[in-house]
């Protein structure tokens, strides 16, 4: 019996697809955790694979398992601006403070709605010393109260730096504003309702034990680790936006155990990261922002150009951060990362959003294909692409012509 054939691994691949197959299953060996893979071309599926692991519960990581898609959420977020802007619910070019008036203080007065879901705000985190600091992020109120008062830590539009924890507060509150509904409620009525996704941003209590809890697989970076790579490029560690990013890392770090052990987190909408799915649900929706799935398009043509194009400096840090900036880093759109090193995304042209610890959803509207790859296992991959996706990647390359 082959090493392959030793661990739990399943589903379906379309004629054409089976070294897709033999190269998510090779990657998935030496994991020991679980994933899922799904792609679809033309709107069609045309892989939908599982293997491995779900350790907390003895159990395969089969088809029916859902996990936290960390900043996977992002995406489903972004399309949701998207389809209030080709509704003509908001301008992208418009104030952001036109739907909001209380963020328009503190120096936020002309950021518009594009530069804040292009992560040139200047709103990364919340200020250790601010009155923002308190903010709890359960408490959608005081979360968007603390933004209401912050002041921007560079020049709004001079750079771009992402909003890890923000991002979700600030889109979901322009949702909000102009649309009535909770940013969970309109991906819930507005995109997973019409595609049938198996995705919540505020799981329902019915869905807990389909549940795979995640868990952390080799070295983690550490505070420390990052204040001395900061110190060592001579950047000021002590300075606002250094401290700032430190102390929103350090937020980061203290919540994830959560994911797994407080149901309170689950329930509450952060969409900066706490949408809970499967593959199927990325790829799929990735699938219905580029083309029509089952008589489901999210976007029109123009609407989806738009989200894809890349912003201005969106790969420039502010200056105080320049000193970390390279060429393989994060590249963004109108709140979807762009093909970079780290996040290949089938050749230019793609995008979509990666999530912490491996997953990763995407689409490339040139090959005609969307792709959601879902894990349980927490790896560290901040140089480059997940070693797990590397082999189905080109697998999938070739199945494609690309």
């Not at 691994?9 to 893979?37: I, K, N, W, Y």
């Not at 301008?91 to 936020?108: H, I, M, N, S, T």
């Not at 979807?336 to 491996?358: I, N, V, Y």
């Amino acid at each position: 019996m082959s090493k392959v054939e030793t661990f739990p691994a399943g589903g379906t691949v379309a004629s054409g697809f089976e070294g897709v197959r033999r190269a998510f299953f090779e990657a998935q060996q030496d994991d020991p955790g679980g994933a899922q893979l799904c792609v679809y071309r033309q709107g069609e599926k045309v892989v939908d694979l599982w293997a491995g692991w779900d350790p907390a519960h003895e159990r395969p990581y089969g088809p029916e398992i859902i996990g936290v898609l960390m900043s996977c959420t992002k995406g489903f977020v972004a399309g949701a601006v998207h389809m209030l802007v080709e509704r003509g619910q908001l301008d992208l070019d418009q104030p952001a403070a036109r739907y909001w008036p209380e963020f328009g203080q503190a120096g936020k007065e002309k950021i518009t709605v594009a530069q804040l879901i292009a992560h040139q705000g200047g709103l990364i985190g919340y200020d250790p010393k601010s009155e923002a600091a308190s903010t709890d992020l359960f408490d959608w109120a005081a979360a968007v109260r603390g933004l209401e008062v912050m002041a921007p830590l560079w020049p709004p539009g001079e750079g771009a730096m992402y909003h890890a924890v923000t991002f979700g507060t600030l889109a979901g509150e322009l949702i909000r504003r102009v649309d009535g509904r909770t940013p969970g409620r309109f991906v819930a009525e507005e995109i997973a309702a019409p595609l049938g996704l198996d995705l919540w941003i505020g799981l329902p209590e019915a869905e807990e034990p389909r549940r795979a809890p995640h868990f952390n697989h080799g070295p983690q970076l550490t505070i420390a680790q990052m204040r001395a790579w900061f110190a060592g490029l001579g950047i000021d560690v002590d300075g606002r936006l250094a401290r700032t990013y430190l102390f929103t890392f350090e937020g980061v770090e203290a919540t994830l155990p959560l994911i797994n052990t407080k149901r309170e987190w689950r329930v509450a909408e952060l969409p900066a990261g706490n949408g809970i799915g499967n593959a199927e649900a990325l790829a799929r929706y990735y699938a219905a922002l580029i083309g029509e799935v089952d008589g489901v398009r999210l976007l029109g043509r123009e609407a989806m150009e738009r989200g894809r194009q890349a912003q201005d400096g969106s790969r420039r840090p502010p200056a105080e951060f320049a000193a970390i900036a390279r060429d393989g880093g994060q590249l963004f759109g109108l709140g979807f990362e762009l093909p970079s090193a780290p996040r290949p995304m089938l050749g230019p042209g793609g995008f979509g959003h990666s999530g912490a610890g491996g997953r990763f959803g995407y689409a490339n509207p040139e090959a005609g294909v969307a792709v959601g790859y879902a894990c349980n296992t927490m790896l560290n991959n901040l140089a480059g692409p997940d070693v797990r996706w590397v082999g189905w990647t080109k697998a999938l390359e070739a199945a494609l012509g690309l």
